[in-house]
């Protein structure tokens, strides 16, 4: 349990400096366009990568994964929302699983 609370308290730290260091560091506004261009993209670049690899994860088999992500992009690329691009994801997920369970087996 003490180990918890030094955990905690290092993670605290380290937060609260990610957090704070950029304010007290940088004094004047940012005008190299590389630096803001960076920056700007950051938040995409993390979420990618905590999302992408979660996804072929979610299921207890590989293809299922495969063939949701796939119906993932296939919305995604043409700029729909993230209702239906979730709805693709999950029913080509779910649909494959359905055929690996109940239709596999019988042939």
Not at 66 to 88: H, S, Y
Not at 96 to 101: K, N, P
Request: proline share 7%.
């Amino acid at each position: 349990m003490p180990d918890f609370f030094l955990y905690l308290a290092v993670m605290a730290g380290v937060t609260y400096l990610i957090r704070m260091l950029p304010l007290v560091l940088i004094k004047k506004k940012i005008t190299n366009r590389f630096v803001l261009s960076f920056l700007h993209y950051i938040p995409y670049a993390v979420l990618t990568v905590m999302t992408v690899p979660a996804c072929f994860y979610a299921t207890g088999r590989i293809e299922p994964a495969v063939v949701g992500f796939i119906a993932a992009l296939i919305p995604a690329w043409f700029n729909k929302g993230l209702p239906i691009v979730a709805a693709c994801a999950c029913g080509g997920a779910l649909l494959t699983e359905l055929f690996f369970v109940y239709v596999l087996p019988t042939i």
